[in-house]
């Protein structure tokens, strides 16, 4: 029997997914081609931005298709996995876990959700969506108010010139109006979870609320971290998942 695991890092500033199956080697690299003339059309919507004035003392104040379970068994051939989810991703996992049990040995979440907020359309120029990102970057992540203590500028910049490229930012937005209109499977997971829950997290659940949602046989905490776990803090994910998992083949 082959077991995979599938990882969904989604974060809410990201409404990407990424997938990892054991025993496939090293991850290779990849290179991502971006036309020089979206690049120059970057550059020049950055040249032609009107600044605001800043306003004194006021700083910084102001689910996935199961068809992707199908992709596993029928092309790669895997016949259960563990999950690894947070965020939104973490209720993709919960949806897969409720409508697959038999196929799921175990699922590793973070930042369990209790409701998320509605957001609008997506900045219309490059200076805008930097100024709507890097701030959720800053005031999620555990920055202790210096962003860079966290996320590198070439990191932010990185993640920024991805979604402007790419086009991407208004369906990761509107990720947030389809999760809360879906209908979704209801009900307790029974799979075996365990959970890494960042105290610096936005709203850190206690574990009786995981309980609730969860068949809960490992529950760690961590002051290190915040809302972008995966980011902030890879290492001791990467450590709490291979713990857990171990025990579950």
Not at 171 to 177: A, E, G, I, K, T
Not at 179 to 202: K, W, Y
Request: aromatic letters at 8%.
């Amino acid at each position: 029997m082959r077991v995979g695991i599938m990882s969904i890092l989604l974060c809410a500033a990201s409404a990407a997914g990424a997938t990892a199956t054991a025993g496939t080697g090293p991850a290779e690299p990849f290179t991502t081609a971006i036309p020089d003339s979206t690049l120059e059309d970057l550059r020049d919507r950055l040249r032609r931005t009107r600044w605001p004035d800043q306003i004194a003392g006021t700083g910084w104040s102001q689910g996935t298709d199961t068809e992707y379970l199908k992709l596993m068994t029928d092309v790669l051939g895997y016949e259960r996995f563990a999950l690894r989810g947070s965020d939104i991703g973490g209720s993709v996992i919960q949806q897969m876990a409720l409508a697959h049990p038999d196929r799921v040995i175990g699922l590793h979440v973070s930042g369990l959700l209790r409701g998320v907020p509605l957001q609008g359309e997506g900045p219309p120029s490059p200076a805008g969506l930097a100024s709507w990102i890097v701030e959720k970057f800053r005031t999620w992540g555990d920055t202790k108010g210096n962003i860079e203590s966290r996320f590198s500028k070439d990191e932010l910049l990185t993640n920024l010139t991805i979604y402007w490229a790419t086009q991407t930012i208004a369906p990761s937005v509107r990720l947030y109006y389809e999760f809360v209109r879906e209908q979704r499977l209801t009900g307790r997971v029974q799979v075996p979870t365990a959970a890494l829950i960042a105290l610096n997290d936005m709203v850190p659940p206690p574990r009786e609320v995981g309980e609730r949602m969860y068949n809960v046989v490992r529950w760690n905490e961590t002051p290190e971290g915040g809302h972008f776990l995966e980011w902030e803090e890879p290492q001791r994910v990467a450590q709490d998942m291979r713990a857990f998992f171990a025990g579950l083949r």
